[in-house]
């Protein structure tokens, strides 16, 4: 188990988001958890996530370990969706911004592991083949749940322990790293026997409901948001939950 190469990781992580910001004002401190392989159940994905769902070994083979981020949005960012059904610019900019800063990562994940004689393995999103039924072969949120970095909310979402406001990114190595605990207990209210629902208030949409989450129908949204915010990326997004909830920043207080 090499310790010092996770603590490398972890702050190589950090560093990106502190020198794309330094100010402060998009993103909050990351989040960076580790799997190996033999250690975590990532067999199952296919059962959980789909037959059509890629195992590490597809992304690189011979792959040991799985490394999974998290840069989770400042309150300013957050907020800014709060009100209304539409989602705000701020939110948009952020969501590509930070799909550019995960990219970087990933890239600078990659040298210093090849420096170190590891090969990494990314998977590359291509949109068009999760446009037609909306799954990817590759969950981010499966993948940073198995790196110990969260549990998943009510809402769909992974909740690590800065809350479920920001974005996940993942990639594999050959590298063998030492593995992050699992959460001890859920962090949803509703998953710890509680009872909250926020999120689901908060779909207006109607996409995220008591019974189910249909993602045709938030796909739906996200688009009207993306013809309404006309930008130079597509800004496809929505949000709202997310925003505004007791998990937004946090692992939520819940007591019985
Ligand atoms: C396609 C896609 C969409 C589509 C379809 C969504 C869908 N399929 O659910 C649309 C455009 C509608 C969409 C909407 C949104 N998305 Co989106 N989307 C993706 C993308 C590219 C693939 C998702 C996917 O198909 N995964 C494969 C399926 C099989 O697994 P899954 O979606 O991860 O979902 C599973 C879990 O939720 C799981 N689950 C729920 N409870 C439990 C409990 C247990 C124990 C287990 C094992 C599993 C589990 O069950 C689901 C099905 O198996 C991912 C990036 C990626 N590659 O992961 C981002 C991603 C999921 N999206 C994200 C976000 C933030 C959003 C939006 C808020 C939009 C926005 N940015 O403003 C909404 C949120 C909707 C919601 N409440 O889930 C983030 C989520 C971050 C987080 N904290 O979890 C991701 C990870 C992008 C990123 N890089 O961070 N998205
Ligand atoms: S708002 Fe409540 S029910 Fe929804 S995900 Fe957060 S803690 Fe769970
Ligand atoms: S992202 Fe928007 S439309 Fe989709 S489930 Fe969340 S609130 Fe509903």
Not at 11 to 29: A, F, H, N, T
Not at 107 to 134: M, P, W
Not at 159 to 175: F, K
């Amino acid at each position: 188990m090499d310790y010092l190469l996770e603590s490398q990781i972890r702050g190589l992580v950090q560093g990106c988001v502190r020198r794309s910001d330094p100010e402060r004002k998009i993103w909050r401190d990351s989040l960076t958890g580790f799997a190996q392989i033999d250690d975590r159940p990532f067999d199952r994905l296919r059962t959980w996530a789909g037959e059509g769902h890629l195992l590490p070994d597809d992304i690189l083979p011979g792959a040991e370990s799985v490394i999974s981020f998290f840069i989770p949005f400042t309150e300013e960012v957050t907020c800014s969706n709060n009100e209304g059904t539409m989602a705000s610019k701020d939110w948009g900019e952020t969501y590509v911004r930070t799909r550019d800063l995960i990219e970087e990562i990933g890239f600078e994940i990659t040298s210093i592991l090849e420096a170190g004689g590891f090969n990494c393995g990314v998977h590359q999103e291509r949109y068009d083949s999760t446009v037609k039924d909306l799954v990817s072969p590759w969950s981010h949120r499966h993948i940073a749940w198995l790196c110990g970095l969260g549990s998943f909310g009510r809402n769909n979402l992974l909740i690590t322990e800065a809350g479920c406001s920001g974005r996940l990114g993942s990639l594999v190595t050959d590298a063998p790293l030492s593995t992050t605990p699992m959460p001890e207990a859920e962090y949803c209210i509703e998953k710890q026997g509680g009872s909250c629902g926020v999120c689901i208030g908060r779909c207006a949409k109607g996409a995220l409901t008591e019974e189910d989450y249909d993602r045709y129908s938030c796909r739906e949204q996200c688009l009207d948001n993306a013809a309404n915010l006309k930008g130079e990326d597509l800004m496809d997004v929505c949000g709202k939950c997310l925003t505004k909830l007791p998990c937004t920043f946090r692992v939520p207080v819940f007591s019985r």
